[in-house]
T-cell receptor, first 112, second 114 residues
Framework: DAKTTQPNSMESNEEEPVHLPCNHS???????IHWYRQLPSQGPEYVIH???SNVNNRMASLAIAEDRKSSTLILHRATLRDAAVYYC?????????????FGSGTQLTVLP | NAGVTQTPKFQVLKTGQSMTLQCAQD?????MSWYRQDPGMGLRLIHY???????DQGEVPNGYNVSRSTTEDFPLRLLSAAPSQTSVYFC?????????????FGDGTRLSIL
């Protein structure tokens, strides 16, 4: 399986944008890029996913590099509630991998 | 719309006891799964189901049983609890097993085996 690399931790100030990077240099052409986050004492929460083009939803934006070897999750205005561990996950388009493979993720701290 | 509901939220068992962790979803999702999360480790898949009557093993199935008699429910049974099964258990569901489908997680069951 293709692996992802994320920084262990990042800090952001409240109400400022946050850019969370993810490297996936061995990504295959059939891998979706998914982002989940896990707030303290809660289950993981789906954030966004994409294949080739940039994606936007109510929670965040996903910017995918042209060569797809990296991506960035963008939170446009961080709030204290956004403090969580953010996971970048690759999933093969065939769906043959039945599980989400969670790495260690990025612990985001939002400062008031 | 409750989403994925797990019960109980907390449980303490003695070694050798059995119990069932409940998971229910009200989104008419075909795909359901169970993960465990241990400190310092990512979530690991225990069992999954692609529809009622169909289950399969994940990465760490030993010591656990599942069944899927309805679309809504996917209980996880610990046959004879062991201290190594102390963990946080998460149930997840999605519309299908296709990789472009987001998965919805419950809030977990925190299980301690003494």
């Amino acid at each position: 399986d293709a692996k992802t690399t994320q920084p262990n931790s990042m800090e952001s100030n409240e109400e400022e944008p946050v850019h969370l990077p993810c490297n996936h240099s061995t990504i295959s052409g059939t891998d979706y890029i998914h982002w989940y986050r896990q707030l303290p004492s809660q289950g993981p929460e789906y954030v966004i996913h994409g294949l080739t083009s940039n994606v936007n939803n109510r929670m965040a934006s996903l910017a995918i590099a042209e060569d797809r070897k990296s991506s960035t999750l963008i939170l446009h205005r961080a709030t204290l509630r956004d403090a969580a561990v953010y996971y970048c996950i690759l999933r093969d388009i065939s769906g043959s991998a039945r599980q989400l493979t969670f790495g260690s993720g990025t612990q985001l701290t939002v400062l008031p | 719309n409750a989403g994925v509901t797990q019960t109980p939220k907390f449980q303490v068992l003695k070694t050798g006891q059995s119990m069932t962790l409940q998971c229910a979803q009200d989104m008419n999702h075909e795909y359901m799964s169970w993960y465990r999360q241990d400190p310092g480790m990512g979530l690991r898949l225990i069992h999954y189901s692609v529809g009622a009557g169909i289950t399969d093993q994940g990465e760490v199935p030993n010591g656990y049983n599942v069944s899927r008699s309805t679309t809504e429910d996917f209980p996880l049974r610990l046959l004879s609890a062991a201290p190594s099964q102390t963990s946080v258990y998460f149930c997840a569901s999605s519309y299908s097993a296709r990789s472009n489908q987001p998965q919805h997680f419950g809030d977990g069951t925190r299980l301690s085996i003494l």
